[in-house]
């Protein structure tokens, strides 16, 4: 009973990572707001309308300095 727990507990483990992979390469590589309903809402937790409705009340804050690093705000 403790090994079936012990699989099932690394399963979860491994579904986790790699669902951390995919969201990060979706982050980096693509606009997600092509993806499913189904699969932006897995994905980020947010509906695409919450997300807009997030970023447009976010956008007038966030300072116009750029970085090499930063992510462009478009939408």
Avoid: G, W
């Avoid at 399963?11 to 790699?18: D, F, K, S, V, Y």
């Avoid at 390469?25 to 997600?32: E, G, H, L, Y």
């Avoid at 309308?49 to 956008?59: F, G, K, Q, W």
């Amino acid at each position: 009973m403790v090994n079936i727990l012990a699989v099932q507990e690394e399963e979860q483990r491994e579904e986790l990572r790699q669902f951390n992979i995919e969201r990060r390469i979706m982050r980096n590589q693509s606009d997600p707001f092509q993806l499913s309903d189904n699969h932006f809402k897995e994905l980020f937790r947010l509906t695409k309308d919450m997300a807009h409705y997030v970023l447009n009340r976010i956008l007038p804050t966030i300072s116009t300095k750029t970085s090499i690093l930063a992510i462009q705000p478009s939408t």
